[in-house]
């Protein structure tokens, strides 16, 4: 659903391929920027230090509400990220966390998602026919 917003002409009408895998990991970076800028105010409150001068950064409700929405942004970007490298996002973290579950020797697991190796075959046709991987141009934020 993410990656047809992204693509699609009534959504962002912004083709992967035009922004390189640094440019969607970059824009990753911009958003957990915004929600540690936030969360930095929030520990403001926390140890009674002035510092936060607008009205939106004295509430702490709405301060860890806007962290949230940034934190969301991070994983919409880190998506679109990963799609731009051939994998799934939720399939790829399902895979990473169950290893890491395997190797403490923790019985937490995460079932479901698609295939066992992240890639789904018509991302596997799309990366072979892509001579394209690293090129690219600009855009905007928040597909």
């Not at 004295?58 to 940034?70: G, K, N, P, W, Y």
Request: net charge negative.
């Amino acid at each position: 659903m993410n990656l047809a917003r992204c693509t699609a002409p009534d959504g962002f009408n912004h083709p992967l391929a035009s922004w390189s895998t640094a440019e969607w990991t970059n824009a990753v970076a911009g958003e957990v920027g915004e929600a540690c800028n936030l969360a930095k105010k929030l520990i403001r409150h926390r140890d009674g230090v002035p510092g936060n001068k607008k009205a939106e950064d004295q509430d702490t409700d709405s301060l860890r509400r806007r962290i949230a929405e940034e934190l969301a942004d991070v994983v919409i970007y880190c998506d679109l990220a990963m799609a731009s490298v051939g994998y799934d996002l939720a399939t790829t973290v399902r895979d990473v966390f169950n290893r890491k579950s395997q190797e403490l020797g923790s019985p937490y697991v995460l079932d479901g998602v698609r295939g066992e190796s992240g890639l789904r075959s018509d991302e596997k046709i799309a990366l072979r026919n892509s001579d394209n991987a690293d090129g690219g141009v600009g855009g905007e934020d928040r597909h």
